[in-house]
């Protein structure tokens, strides 16, 4: 793909499609658009972008797919043979976990779009890719919120939540199932309008407007959603909700609860550290959106800038079992059991002689002891 692109002058309309001006890809497959200086046609090379981003991205999405993959996995195991959900958290934390291994699956595939500047995969992976990418990602924001929530209710309202939480574990599938539902309705832009095709000489895989009325308004509407639904309400539920749960867990003045607050504390913090940057770079993509003014070397950094952040919002996934899972005491202690499991069978596999059954059955014991003094209505693995 040629390193120039001429641009249009200022008076292009804007319901027209503009030609896309690199194959750098974020969320949205949104690509940067074209400029003018002074009203006059000028060239803008990204070369040096599409090279930083065709070294970094790859190797940031393959760290971020095992890791992504090793902790989410064992949220899964832990709570498919060691752990039944007791608590919509739970419930959620599991949802979550298989959302965001759906979602570094896909990774490989724009590493390898990355690495060589162009899609060589078909129409309909492109399709499922995209459309997998955002629905997963849609998910776990919105449960990231529903664990807020639940968990203001538990705690703050704990007074009043053993009845609604009953109920709302006896329906838990019925509200999981309501949140991938609104993640894939907000999702399904993506997969209408993605498809593979030839720009420039070379296959890309990015949302096509040009069979609607007005692609500028297309896109950002898609934009919009994503901050909305993606950034927006989580945070807004995670400082409502956490703000009143640090103020209940101060007064009640117990230690475990103040170990609690700095788990908290660290939830939202790696939430803003990882997310704002990201979609404060998509906030300013909204507003220059259909612009024709802009800088060779504005669109430059909001490149490198675009990929940077990508990368640290998409890491949020590898932190969500560390944060809402291995940080608590009671799920440390079923990693500890899935280790010690696995040695037995890696040894029952060396020496015939060699039982693991003493030891699995001790484990089970003090594992469903300690499941029978917990009180799940004040606590999950965070908690």
């Known amino acids: 793909m040629a390193d120039l692109y001429f641009l249009p002058k200022a008076s292009t309309p804007m319901n027209e499609e503009p030609m896309n001006s690199s194959n750098i890809n974020d969320y949205f497959g949104l690509t940067d658009m074209e400029y003018s200086v002074d009203g006059e046609t000028s060239p803008c090379s990204l070369g040096e972008v599409r090279k930083f981003s065709s070294l970094f991205v790859p190797i940031a999405y393959a760290l971020i797919c095992i890791f992504g993959l090793l902790g989410n996995i064992l949220v899964v ?205 998509l906030l300013v993509t909204a507003v220059t959106m259909g612009r024709t003014d802009r800088a060779c070397s504005s669109e430059k950094l909001i490149g490198y800038t675009k990929t940077i952040t990508e990368v640290l919002a998409f890491l949020h996934c590898c932190l969500n079992p560390v944060l809402y899972a291995f940080i608590g005491q009671k799920f440390r202690n079923y990693f500890l059991k899935i280790m010690k499991d696995l040695w037995c069978v890696r040894r029952k596999h060396q020496s015939t002689g060699f039982s693991c059954s003493r030891m699995y059955s001790e484990s089970a014991v003090s594992k469903q002891t300690s499941e029978t003094v917990d009180n799940e209505n004040a606590s999950s693995f965070t908690m």
């Open 77 to 281: 195991i832990t709570f498919a043979f060691y752990k039944k959900a007791k608590s919509m958290t739970d419930v959620y934390l599991l949802n979550m976990a298989i959302a965001d291994i759906l979602f570094v699956l896909t990774l490989p595939f724009w590493a390898v779009n990355h690495a060589s500047g162009a899609w060589y995969f078909s129409n309909v992976m492109c399709k499922l890719t995209k459309g997998i990418y955002a629905i997963n990602f849609n998910c776990g924001m919105l449960l990231l919120t529903c664990i807020s929530l639940d968990r203001y209710i538990a705690i703050v309202q704990a007074t009043k939540s053993f009845r609604l939480r009953s109920k709302t574990l006896a329906h838990n599938k019925v509200i999981c199932f309501a949140v991938w539902v609104v993640s894939i309705i907000i999702s399904s832009s993506t997969f209408i309008f993605s498809q593979k095709y030839s720009m420039q000489g070379v296959d890309v895989c990015e949302p096509k407007y040009h069979n609607v009325l007005e692609p500028i308004k297309w896109k950002l509407l898609m934009l919009v959603l994503q901050l909305i639904f993606g950034f927006f309400i989580p945070l807004m539920f995670m400082i409502f909700c956490y703000t009143f749960i640090v103020k209940t867990l101060v007064q009640a003045q117990n230690s475990k609860r103040h170990k609690a607050i700095r788990v908290i504390i660290a939830v939202v913090l790696v939430f803003l550290v990882c997310q704002t940057p990201h979609n404060m770079v």
